[in-house]
């Protein structure tokens, strides 16, 4: 998973009618197909099968990728360009374990593989990592760069963060010391008032318009001068609070770019950095939970045809509680509750410490769930099911209770715990009780996300599709709709198309990715039937 390169021309080639590879890109014919359910006046569900082709077009030059993170200066942000830094120039470092060599561990793009076909000789399974399916950006080749509102420099800036190990830092030092983060912007409500002693780098004034003009010039100044095809902008800042929804403030595009205008107070930093992304074309994805994405955010990215995405990594105890509730669920087990708490010591954890930042944590932790228990009405009773029951309208359906704790222990530092209790109904009125304790430094969690997230939102920008009719033309290329929700994986409360279902199942939103890859080269989705191994 490290600096391990495709040789040049890929290293997939499918030989089919279906996919031609031309000189700038790849060309690919996919049929999507499924099924319309309806249920029939006898109650019965009539099922029709369902098919519609399109073909993709991949822009094969990857070119020159700039990575803009919001928060340089935090856990993230320093881990991430340290990362990129050890990998590129292949710095080792003595531990007490013995000489560790630089990584991408953790990242589903570099560090893990989908199964492509069947080797015909041996029956078996071929592999190879998804970082191969396309062309790629390769992370060591990112252009990193960014804002915070703390100035130190970036060599000071991962001492601090007091994440990685003493010999490497010594080693990466005089490359981070080269970096300074720019100025930010801060609106103190935002955030907890226990960070305003690192606030001493912002961009002076209260003109919310000027700040959008000085961010949007930050991008095209980086994109020119380090010669760039796209720039990825990417939040991991601190949490914010939640930005009230007001009717014509951020309700809509044109509301939301007034209200810029006029410097309101519901205006969040987040929000600024996504508009000034959008209005240059870049692509902005949010990892904390605050909900940048105001309605009129999505609206003004759909206009733009920019792409968006967020919000919030999902690093730890949200990724394997989607695996274990779906599998609980899907064993027919019936979770009654599930019991979170968190502990760490690092800057996030402090910034939680105050109560309107949890609760954007809280809101963005407690959703996970939903979509399992929603596809399983044998286990839970649905909204119809209660109001037929009660006789009283429910608007909701039968829920595990589900709570989210998190407290802040400075002593731990960058090494989250998290403790989950899951408490379920099992057959004939017996309990089941499983615990898990999880220990692990969590900027080494998050940054093999952030990479992932800006490789593949640098892809998806360079995928563009049309839609074969079965009559008729096949229009023009067009790029993919703005919100990026093939990127959920990497996000604990997805957001997806405006109103359309979430997909929080870790396994359906890593299918949806590793088909989307296929349908592109022009491959079927290969399942696992592996029908040759069930017939004689
Ligand atoms: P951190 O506190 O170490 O870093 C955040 C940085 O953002 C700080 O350097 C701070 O000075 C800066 N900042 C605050 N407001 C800013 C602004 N308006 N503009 C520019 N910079 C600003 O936190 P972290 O551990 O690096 O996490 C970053 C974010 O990612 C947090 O919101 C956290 O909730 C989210 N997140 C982290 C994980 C994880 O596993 N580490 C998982 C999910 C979400």
Redesign the pocket.
């Known amino acids: 998973p490290s600096a391990r390169r495709a040789p040049a021309g890929g290293l997939i080639k499918v030989d089919s009618d279906n996919t031609l590879y031309e000189d700038g890109g790849i060309k690919a014919r996919y049929t999507d197909r499924g099924a319309d359910v309806v249920k029939d006046a006898d109650g019965r569900l009539k099922v029709t099968k369902t098919e519609k082709t399109f073909e993709f077009y991949t822009k094969s030059n990857v070119g020159r990728v700039g990575l803009m993170l ?8 320093t ?1 991430v360009m340290a990362t990129n830094l050890a990998n590129k120039h292949n710095i080792s470092w003595h531990t007490k374990n013995g000489e560790q060599q630089p990584n991408y561990i953790g990242s589903l793009v570099r560090a893990s593989t989908v199964a492509l076909g069947t080797d015909p000789e041996t029956g078996k399974q071929v592999y190879v990592p998804i970082s191969d399916m396309l062309p790629m950006v390769h992370p060591n080749d990112f252009v990193i760069g960014g ?4 100035g130190v420099s970036m060599d000071k ?1 991962m001492a601090r ?1 007091k994440v990685l190990d003493y010999d490497l830092q010594r080693q990466l030092a005089p490359y981070m010391k080269e970096y300074k ?1 720019m100025p ?4 103190p409500d ?2 907890a008032a226990n ?1 305003a002693d ?2 001493d780098n912002v961009i002076p004034g209260e003109d919310k318009q000027a700040h959008l003009e000085h961010i949007r010039k930050d991008i095209r100044d980086f994109k020119a001068a380090n010669q760039l095809d796209n720039v990825i902008v990417l ?6 609070r939640y930005a009230d929804i007001i009717p014509g403030i951020n309700d809509t595009a044109e509301n939301l770019l007034n209200a810029i205008k006029t410097s309101h107070d519901e205006v969040s ?2 929000t600024i ?1 996504a508009v000034a992304a959008i209005l240059e074309g870049m692509p902005f994805i949010n ?3 605050q909900n940048t994405f105001v309605p009129g955010c999505i609206e003004l990215a759909e206009q733009k045809k920019a792409f968006i995405s967020g919000d ?5 105890q949200t990724k394997v509680k989607s695996v274990l509730a779906e599998f609980l669920v899907n064993a027919g087990i019936k979770p009654l509750s599930i019991s979170s708490y968190n502990h760490l010591g ?3 954890g ?3 410490s105050s109560a309107k930042q949890f609760r954007s ?1 809280e809101i963005s932790k407690s959703s996970v769930v939903d979509d399992m228990v929603a596809a399983n009405p044998v286990l839970f009773k649905t909204a119809a099911d209660l109001t037929e029951e009660t006789g009283v309208v429910t608007k909701k359906g039968e829920h595990p209770d589900h709570i989210v704790v998190i407290k802040h222990v400075p002593a731990v530092g ?1 090494s ?1 715990r998290a403790i989950d209790e899951y408490y379920s109904e099992l057959l004939m009125g017996g309990r089941n009780v499983m615990n898990i304790f999880n220990e692990c430094e ?2 080494l ?2 940054t093999p996300l952030i990479f992932d997230l800006a490789i593949l939102a640098d892809l998806l920008t360079r995928v563009t599709y049309r839609e074969v009719p079965k009559a008729g033309e096949a229009g023009e290329f067009q790029p993919l709709y703005s919100v990026l929700s093939l990127l959920s994986y990497m996000l ?1 409360a997805p957001l997806v198309k405006p109103g359309t279902d979430v997909v929080n199942s870790l396994n359906r939103q890593r299918n949806a990715l590793d088909q989307f890859l296929k349908a592109c080269i022009g491959l079927e989705h290969q399942g696992d039937l592996l029908l040759e191994t069930r017939v004689w």
């Open positions: 919001v928060g340089i200066g935090g856990n993230n942000g881990t804002w915070d509102i703390s800036a963060g983060p930010s912007i801060y609106y935002f955030i960070q690192r606030a939040w991991t800042a601190n949490t914010e930093p987040s950095f990892g904390s939970p919030d990594f999902k690093s730890g690092n800057n996030d402090k910034n939680l944590k960058d989250k969590d900027s969690l998050a604990k």
